[in-house]
């Protein structure tokens, strides 16, 4: 999966390969996709929601541009697989958010026995971020919104980097990099890709619901 689907893709940074290649992404799917774990496509794993393919999850990890001690904040926490690839890297605190609960609770609970005991991870709505934690050197986002959410905007610290896809539900979506600099966001368009959308406050869709 990683030699052809991600490095061949263009993912280079070692620490990203490190963990897509030891993360068992089969612990992360639902049993009757057992099959398809390692294919390069996402997964359904309920209440409307995916597991994103394995190159976008390797590639929006490298965006991150992660060092040595800094906290970042997922969400969109899922089946757990993106919190668990950047808790692999073994050296940034991690902070993941699910807004439906029976989600939450699952990946809790796979994280836990799977050994990544040391991510933080809560039931809320993810567009408000987590902000008694904040600020935050990195946010990800697995899921699209219709526009940048002013609050994870606002849980950046200082050179912080955000990577999120925006774009309306069955519309054209964009992979966005966000840089705060000195309080002002340098944007990078990335290209196009497909998200469920993200669900919660200020999105325009429910918990749960599908995408189109």
Excluded: C
Aim: aromatic fraction near 10%.
């Amino acid at each position: 999966m990683v030699t052809y689907t991600i490095e061949a893709r263009g993912v280079m940074n070692p620490d990203v390969l490190r963990v897509m290649r030891a993360v068992p992404r089969h612990a992360f799917v639902p049993t009757e996709y057992l099959g398809s774990a390692y294919a390069d496509h996402p997964l359904p794993i309920g209440y409307g929601q995916t597991i994103s393919q394995p190159y976008i999850v390797a590639w929006m990890t490298e965006l991150l541009d992660l060092r040595s001690g800094e906290k970042v904040l997922e969400i969109g926490s899922g089946s757990g697989y993106q919190a668990a690839v950047l808790a692999a890297l073994g050296y940034v605190d991690v902070y993941s958010i699910e807004i439906i609960p029976e989600l939450a609770e699952s990946a809790a609970a796979r994280l836990q026995s799977l050994g990544y005991t040391q991510i933080h991870l809560t039931q809320g709505d993810g567009y408000y971020g987590w902000p008694e934690h904040a600020p935050f050197d990195a946010i990800l986002v697995t899921a699209a919104p219709d526009h940048l959410p002013a609050p994870l905007a606002g849980q950046l610290a200082e050179g912080g980097r955000l990577v999120i896809p925006i774009g309306p539900p069955g519309g054209y979506q964009s992979l966005w990099k966000f840089v705060n600099n000195g309080g002002e966001l340098k944007d990078y368009d990335l290209g196009g890709v497909a998200f469920v959308p993200l669900t919660g406050g200020g999105t325009g869709v429910e918990p749960g619901e599908p995408s189109p």
